[in-house]
């Protein structure tokens, strides 16, 4: 393994612990609590995808006329990690992205989708972020999240981007949801074979192939400057950081749903 690998690794072990043990995965008893846990982790599932298209952006020629842009390896690496996230298959064989996929599941158990909806709808239709924070009524945590990794989108700075996007979701994701995947279609057998079909494509992907595939490619664009690891591994820490306080808020809203 590489050595700025393995430093990166030893740094945010303890915010990776105590993300996949989290109270919020104890929390959740019954269908009502799930749909609180979805109308939060949403919004990182939509996010995931602007860092996916920020880093394509940046790491291969996106405009007309076509050039070839940067390193081959790394352009291989991003396209083959897009097309597996933004078209990958369903239940029933068809083709869609992973948010569109998370969206299906929400529809299926009845989870609340108002809320993202009219974000992404807002944005689509030329409102800036501020009025769809405030038309949707995201929560607080949410927003602190999607601020975040839209302020490591706008740095412009790719290998920041494939940090956050490494450490902070693609290495992260399967050990998070191995820690509740067993017991989600134990808990609520109706209404979330969607859901579970998305956590298993999760933690099949990005658990193995994706996840190999981000490691090389931050390796690749940190190359062998101390400076762009030590901006990476802050990077991936404030990362970590802000998702224990999405995962705060849905907890807490759990909580204030059974009192």
Same mark, same amino acid.
């Given at each position: 393994? @590489?050595?700025?690998?393995?430093?990166?690794?030893?740094?945010? +072990?303890?915010?990776?612990?105590?993300?996949?043990?989290?109270?919020? &995965?104890?929390?959740?008893?019954?269908?009502?609590?799930?749909?609180?846990?979805?109308?939060?982790?949403?919004?990182? $599932?939509?996010?995931?995808?602007?860092?996916?298209?920020?880093?394509?952006?940046?790491?291969?020629?996106? !405009?007309?006329?076509?050039?070839?842009?940067?390193?081959?390896?790394?352009?291989?690496?991003?396209? +083959?990690? $897009?097309?597996?996230e933004e078209s990958d298959v369903d239940l029933h064989g068809n083709r869609k992205s992973?948010?569109?996929?998370?969206?299906?599941?929400?529809?299926?158990? /009845?989870?609340?989708?108002?809320?993202?909806?009219?974000?992404?709808?807002?944005?689509?239709?030329? /409102?800036?972020?501020?009025?769809? &924070?405030?038309?949707?009524?995201?929560?607080?945590?949410?927003?602190?999240?999607?601020?975040?990794?839209? @302020?490591?989108?706008?740095? @412009?700075?790719?290998?920041?981007?494939?940090?956050?996007?490494?450490?902070?979701?693609?290495?992260?994701?399967?050990?998070?949801?191995?820690?509740? $995947?067993n017991d989600i279609h134990k808990n609520f057998p109706d209404s979330i074979s969607i859901?579970?079909?998305?956590?298993?494509?999760?933690?099949? $992907?990005? /658990?193995?192939?994706? !996840?190999?595939?981000?490691? +090389?490619?931050?390796?690749?664009?940190?190359? @062998?400057?101390?400076?762009?690891?030590?901006?990476?591994?802050?990077?991936?820490?404030?990362?970590?950081?802000?998702?224990?306080?999405?995962?705060? /808020?849905?907890?807490?809203?759990?909580?204030?749903?059974?009192?």
């Open positions: 393994m @590489n050595e700025r690998i393995a430093q990166i690794k030893t740094a945010i +072990e303890p915010l990776r612990q105590q993300i996949i043990h989290h109270k919020l &995965y104890a929390a959740i008893k019954d269908i009502d609590d799930l749909k609180v846990f979805m109308k939060y982790h949403v919004y990182a $599932v939509w996010d995931f995808m602007s860092l996916l298209t920020a880093l394509q952006n940046n790491l291969t020629c996106t !405009s007309i006329p076509w050039f070839p842009k940067g390193s081959a390896d790394t352009r291989f690496l991003i396209n +083959e990690i $897009v097309v597996g992973h948010f569109e996929l998370y969206l299906d599941a929400m529809h299926q158990c /009845g989870a609340d989708t108002s809320r993202i909806e009219k974000f992404t709808k807002t944005l689509v239709d030329g /409102g800036d972020f501020e009025a769809a &924070y405030l038309v949707s009524g995201t929560p607080e945590e949410a927003r602190s999240f999607v601020d975040f990794t839209f @302020n490591v989108i706008g740095s @412009n700075k790719d290998y920041l981007q494939a940090a956050i996007f490494t450490f902070g979701r693609e290495d992260l994701i399967p050990g998070m949801f191995l820690s509740i $995947v859901f579970k079909y998305y956590l298993e494509r999760h933690i099949e $992907v990005d /658990g193995d192939h994706h !996840s190999h595939l981000a490691l +090389e490619m931050t390796a690749q664009l940190c190359g @062998n400057s101390a400076e762009l690891w030590q901006e990476a591994e802050k990077a991936t820490i404030e990362s970590l950081h802000r998702r224990i306080s999405l995962w705060d /808020g849905a907890y807490g809203e759990i909580m204030r749903r059974h009192a």
